[in-house]
């Protein structure tokens, strides 16, 4: 069975080194407890929660799959001991006020947690993960006593959270939803329709699961500006926060799906469930989208994580299995055969997982500064503030999570691919992270949604450009420096100083075209979020890469030495083999809207 | 339930128009009874065969998976009535001797069969499928008294066939092979040893199984050079032909896979089986490889299906199912929402399967007439003109095993992504695509041996750059008539020509590095052999195009002419959106090796 280690020097490296996160947490107002130590503990409890807890549970979980019987779900072996353990260590409330329980630490911090338990077992994380939007979205919208009602044991893990928007003719455009809230005398509502793909949307693992749910008022206006949001929990809560009957929400089924098994996918058939209404009436998709990118980065942080689960199945194999003799020689002449480890073509599939999981993990590392300081304006009522910070985090937003759980699903498959034909093979672990990767593209809107985002919403209409300006000038700012610096720094600086001239130029001939064209931006959009995300992890390869160069030549190296060098080879290796994808990327960006309009809707098959 | 449709248009088009396979068999030998009529007889009734008997079966067969117990394996419901009507139709002996009760066809016709089946369920086209190299190695290597016992009940479909190299200790590198044969007094064998990931290796379809199988002799001498081809019933067969006693070969288990579930891959014990030497002592792993490149090319046939089946999926999901509004205005306006289609990166990803699935099936139904040509040479015993038509099919193997395999595997992934969330789902079928599509990059050789294969063994050491010089002249040949006409096939011939000299002048660039440096071929293998597969897909897609061209300006097209409109509508989407990922791939290959051999080996990771 595939073992998992936590990466901590790497995320060390990122948090001390690169981003100085301490220096960062000094300057937020809730960094305060966010020392040193704290973090310390943090990553190490983390850590062996992840090791020894729910890494063993992975691959029996997908086994076993969750079960569905007269309406109630019940999580594969093993899942609720380890869920107890979780909520008992304290791990949900790492990131909410103390008042409802909580740690009140950055949201970074969870971050980090994040990463680790997403590689140890996605099916896992899900459980506490569709938790995090529905405690985000009481503490913003709920009134007092919602909060005072619902927030202490879903920060405490008693219970979980879910989201429930889609139905089953709509996922992408909620302007379909067709569930009913009907208002009650008493001012509650009574909530009739069917959500489907709930994640979470049923299980045992809690007492009581809390539904935020979509859903219209008798006289709303049609489509999206006439959906309101109402929370709905599975047990009624009486007004002393006792559990009470079961509300009129029922799971009818779950999905037989390709991954994920040990996370129920559910059918929830409410009807007349009590519900109260949370934010304005017919503002409810407003509200929802509000963590949208807090969503999007958690789902981004999927990507990072089967690449990081897939390389540390494959190295080791890598380094045990013996296959034919090295090109150059006999490497292991007291064996019948090298390792696979040897091996050129091996060595690029396992740098190219080492580049996507350590690359993705520095972006997503990056990113969490600016949602620190996103919640930190949000607290302070500083709507300036938080409109500069989520508007620099909803340019991240869509690359990370298309992008990196695009690449997180090609380093799946590579990991497979060491494997050769044992990596077909149920029991040997790696095909499970390729089927639990399949879904992070799909889920939390596909990746042709999140290039729509990043084109047509972020950079053209949002900000003509600005935003993809601003990151480039960011790029600039750290290659002029060193643009005449010899060796692998210096090479890099110059390929970032060009890309980021190349992609603002782009940008602008895209957003000239698309004044004439309004069908250019789809055709567009995919090809520029590849390119933007290739781009953006250059730039985060080579933030890590001078780090590491400074380390080496300062001579502080001392045992890191080794791992200073390997990032830097790890940087050149993206920068020689990977980043060069973005020209294909960007052709198709600049290609004609024609080559994928032209064809009539009746001619793309015949019998 | 996904259905299946036979793309009877589209192979007409290639059988008839662009390859002209009616000239094509008049010159071959074996060609006289692949009469028009035959063609269109065998088309339509394999058409129908796959339309109505085999795809029902291919979601309940993964749903089912193959049964073991007592050592004995039975395959899904309906699948051995499925073989019956296949056997009893005499579709496995189209292309073998009339003499042992086949049709005597060119083996081409049996690659146009094999595309149908393989497409409707690709499980079910293994069973007959292993069959095909153990009847090849029996025809080319038996003695007539070998021939006359197993090939007619194998010609017949009674029983099958299967080639058990792999052990549990090596696939790739057969040098490591452990398996024994010790001679008896009466000239026969006792075979014992352990065989594993055995495609059909055991079932409950055929009523006996011949193994051919990879032992060392007893004095045999270490390595590749010491391994002999032995013949091993799972039956024993009388000299009348009569199956007798069981021989002592078990399956011991079937593997729990991620896909292909319907079709058992089994785990083999030998223990003093009974077996007969085929081929000369120590020469077995020549032998084995004189069907390598039909068997390979058996496995392309796997991309362009996995592509096809998962496009004929997401074409009319797209159509029906309706999100959003199109970016340039409503489309369809009496309904809520436009339907998918209309959506520009929909259709970038079904155009992208498009030219997938045709592109490769034109590669594979242009090679299979040097296949053709190949055992019409074999059966002359003409060695000249085999070894020149094996050389040529020699260079397209590896291509079209390592490159359509991957993109089929794409193009499927790309279904699944039309559907969002719903590709998810099992019900649904497009996750199954995914997950049998998957396999074919790691057997038959993984796309990394294929590369090294291409590289290393056909272009450089057998023939030092002249069959990429070989085939840039063929494209050289179509282009330059071309290079100043208008339009899309102007554009595409001028292409063509720049990338005709640019592969050849990487090639050569390759084999000088490759001199100073062994690594290096390694180093630069999957990205050439994926820039080659680019190159030649461009080439068949202009092929297409330029005929396509030619029936709309001659007027001939008739009720044609979306058809050939859309041919070359696709062709240009090809060239202007997916050709350009060749740049990357000639980059990759011809960046140094230090990008994937300067990291010491343990410095992949750290704790």
New interface residues.
């Given amino acids: 069975m595939l073992k998992y280690?936590a990466?901590?020097?790497?995320m060390r490296f990122l948090i001390d080194e690169v981003f100085d996160y301490r220096a960062h947490y000094a300057g937020l107002a809730n960094g305060g407890e966010a020392t040193p130590e704290t973090i310390a503990a943090i990553l190490e409890g983390a850590a062996a929660l992840c090791e020894e807890v729910l890494a063993p549970l992975n691959l029996p979980g997908d086994r076993e799959g969750c079960h569905f019987s007269d309406g109630e779900v019940r999580a594969p072996a093993g899942f609720k001991e380890a869920y107890a353990q979780y909520a008992a260590g304290g791990w949900q409330g790492l990131p909410f006020p103390a008042e409802y329980g909580g740690q009140g630490l950055p949201v970074s911090v969870n971050v980090f947690k994040s990463d680790m338990m997403a590689t140890a077992n996605w099916s896992f994380n899900m459980y506490p993960g569709l938790s995090v939007g529905c405690i985000n979205t009481i503490l913003k919208f709920g009134t007092p006593a919602q909060k005072a009602l619902y927030l202490p044991p879903l920060v405490s893990g008693a219970w979980t959270g879910t989201m429930c928007l889609?139905e089953p003719q709509?996922?992408?455009?909620l302007?379909?939803i067709t569930t009913r809230a009907v208002p009650q005398p008493d001012g509650t509502y009574r909530i009739t329709g069917t959500k489907m793909?709930i994640s979470a949307g049923d299980h045992d693992l809690a007492a009581n699961i809390i539904h935020i749910v979509l859903a219209r008022l008798p006289d709303a206006p049609s489509g999206t500006r006439g959906i309101s949001l109402f929370v709905v929990p599975k047990f009624l809560v009486g007004p002393d926060g006792a559990t009470g009957a079961r509300n009129g929400v029922m799971c009818g089924a779950i999905?037989?799906?390709?991954?994920i098994h040990a996370s129920p996918t559910a059918l929830l058939n409410f009807e007349q469930a009590a519900g109260a209404m949370i934010a304005e009436p017919n503002k409810g998709l407003e509200a929802m989208f509000t963590f949208m990118n807090t969503a999007r980065i958690g789902i981004a942080i999927q990507g990072v994580a089967h690449a990081e689960a897939s390389?540390?199945g494959a190295?080791p194999y890598a380094?045990e299995r013996?296959?034919?003799r090295?090109?150059?020689g006999k490497k292991d002449p007291e064996f019948?055969?090298d390792?696979l480890?040897?091996?050129?073509?091996?060595?690029?599939?396992?740098?190219t997982q080492?580049a996507i999981a350590e690359g993705g993990r520095a972006m997503i590392y990056g990113a969490a500064q600016m949602a620190d300081k996103m919640f930190e304006a949000a607290a302070a009522g500083d709507q300036a503030a938080y409109d500069e910070f989520d508007g620099k985090l909803g340019f991240y937003t869509p690359i990370l999570k298309g992008f990196l759980t695009e690449l997180g699903?090609e380093a799946a498959?590579l990991g497979?691919?060491v494997f050769?034909?044992?990596?077909?093979?149920?029991?040997n672990g790696m095909?499970q992270i390729?089927?639990d990767a399949?879904?992070a593209?799909?889920?939390e809107g596909?990746?042709?949604i999140q290039?729509?985002d990043l084109l047509?919403r972020k950079v053209l209409l949002g900000t003509r450009g600005k935003c993809v300006r601003d990151f480039t000038a960011t790029m600039w700012r750290f290659s002029r420096r060193r643009l005449f610096a010899g060796g692998p720094i210096g090479r890099m600086a110059r390929t970032l100083a060009r890309r980021a001239l190349q992609w603002n130029a782009m940008t602008t001939r895209i957003m000239l075209r698309a004044r004439g064209?309004?069908?250019?931006?789809?055709?567009a959009?995919?090809d520029f979020l590849m390119y933007s995300g290739y781009v953006m992890m250059a730039h985060f390869w080579a933030l890590q890469a001078a780090r590491a160069a400074a380390c080496v030549a300062s001579g502080t190296g001392g045992e890191s030495a080794?791992?200073y060098?390997?990032k830097i080879?790890?940087a050149?290796?993206y920068f020689?083999?990977l980043l060069?994808?973005a020209?294909?990327h960007r052709?198709?960006a600049l290609?004609?809207?024609g080559?994928?309009?032209?064809?009539?809707?009746?001619?793309?098959?015949?019998?």
Same sequence: chains 1, 2.
């Fill in positions: 280690k990466p901590l020097r790497d889609t709509c996922g992408t455009d302007a379909q793909f999905e037989r799906k390709m991954g390389f540390q190295l380094k013996r296959s034919m090295a090109l150059s019948p055969a390792a480890i040897w091996h050129p073509d091996v060595r690029r599939m396992l740098l080492k699903l498959n497979m691919q050769g034909g044992h990596g077909y093979i149920h029991e095909e390729v089927r399949r879904i593209t799909l889920y596909t990746t042709g290039a729509l047509g064209d309004r069908e250019s931006i789809g055709a959009s995919f080794a791992f060098l390997a080879q790890t050149e290796f020689e083999r060069p994808r020209d294909a052709k198709g290609a004609s809207a080559s994928v309009m032209r064809m009539d809707n009746d001619s793309f098959g015949f019998d």
